[in-house]
């Protein structure tokens, strides 16, 4: 009898062993997906900081990205990232803003009186790698008629248009009139690390300003 018991005893504690997996796994699988996705995006978002960095330095270096050479370079970097030339699940914005005081007014004989951007933050350049339709810049939104087609913006249009003044930029970085700073901003959807019902519409940025 006492093995019998004994028996009894292993088979019902087995049974307990099974319901108790079961209800821990409610809490651990979803805690194992969610830390794979979490790690991922950290991966992500070292490569996204890569892609900024290296696109910032070297549009401050005057780098042309209108270039298709120089555009496969940059996609080159961002391998993996789903973001193609024009197209894709990211994208690249370069910017280049300039603070206007006297002195750029006066280049097209203007005086602060009647120099519409005198006194703001104005983009001067804007080029994009990428799926320029996944993510909106706060700094500026130049209507596409003052772009040139290096992206470059004239003096009579970043002087004058109110389509060129990158307000927001003042409450990132203080610049003295003349003064240029250049913002590479690197934005990537990542759909293939959404769990759903649980994290969705996920999606890594990284930002350089040189």
Known sequence: MPLANSKWRKEKQGGNAVVEFALVSVFLVPLLFGTFSIGMSLTKTVQASVVSRDAGAMFMRYVDFTNITNRNMLLRIANGMGMTNTGGNGVVVLTKVMY????????IGL?????????RNVVVKRVTVGNNSVYTSPYGSPSAGILQSNGEITATNYLNQASARADNFASVMSLNPGEVAHISEAYFNTPEIDLPGYRGGTYVYQRNIF
């Open 100 to 107: 206007i005081g006297t002195n750029e007014c006066a280049l």
């Open 111 to 119: 005086t602060p009186a009647n120099c519409p951007n005198y006194n």
